[in-house]
């Protein structure tokens, strides 16, 4: 069994996947990341996208199964290592469940669920059998309250990537392989704005501290769970909400 002590929030030496890296949360997540010390390979949609000098940008559609291996194997080959999995690609709807269409959960599903199975499936075993490797899901805290602004196909989809993470805890424990999930509130980006049009929280009603959340305040949680100072934890769920959900 692999055993890994806890240190500093530092990564350096170690190479750092992100999905979803040129939205909002992923692209914070890549400058946290590189700035602690990590070589940094942020992935996206976009053909092609500029998240600043050193970091390694890389088109990849994370429903693809050919273009997980494409992406993967092509880090492992450039950098023949990764330490480091955080699966940030995602999108929203609010459709209420009557009116919702096959289409809608489907597509939903697709790119939320499938699109964390993919590089997960890809990635774990070779973690496993390296004996060490972080894995990092965006999940939500509409996989516990029911939703926020979210409708029944996201809220559903979150929650299977909330029971994946905590499958690959138990199994990748014995073998130095960590997963957890970051469960954000509303967070100011660009998705959200679009749920919401703009509108803030009113001071300690929905969100206690008072306000929404930022990438930057997602990106310092992201950064803790994938360093040594989170050794002794797995499967955890961490809320990042202002105290929206409180367990």
Not at 35 to 54: H, R
Not at 197 to 214: E, M, Q
Request: net charge negative; glycine share 12%; with cysteine.
């Amino acid at each position: 069994m692999a055993h890994h002590l806890s240190g500093p929030a530092t990564l350096k030496g170690q190479v750092a996947l992100i999905t979803g890296g040129a939205g909002g949360m992923g692209m914070s997540i890549s400058k946290a990341f590189q700035e602690a010390g990590a070589k940094v390979i942020a992935t996206d949609i976009a053909e092609s996208a500029d998240l600043g000098p050193g970091i390694d940008y890389r088109h990849y559609d994370v429903t693809s199964k050919e273009d997980t291996d494409r992406v993967i194997d092509g880090v492992l080959s450039d950098y023949g290592q990764i330490d480091i999995l955080v699966l940030c690609a995602g999108t929203i709807a609010r459709t209420p469940l009557a009116e919702s269409t096959d289409e809608e959960w489907d597509s939903i599903f697709s790119v939320n669920v499938r699109g964390v199975v993919n590089p997960t499936r890809k990635l774990f075993p070779i973690m496993c059998d390296r004996g060490f490797g972080k894995i990092l899901a965006a999940g939500s805290i509409a996989a516990k309250n029911g939703g926020v602004a979210s409708g029944p196909a996201y809220v559903s989809a979150k929650s299977a990537v909330h029971g994946l993470m905590r499958w690959i805890a138990k199994a990748g424990g014995p073998h130095g392989v960590y997963a957890n999930i970051l469960a954000p509130g509303p967070v100011e980006t660009a998705m959200w704005a679009k749920l919401t049009d703009n509108k803030g929280p009113s001071a300690n009603s929905t969100v206690p501290l008072g306000r929404y959340g930022t990438p930057e305040d997602i990106a310092q949680a992201a950064l803790f769970l994938c360093s040594p100072a989170s050794n002794w934890i797995t499967g955890t769920s961490l809320d990042v909400s202002g105290g929206m959900w409180m367990d």
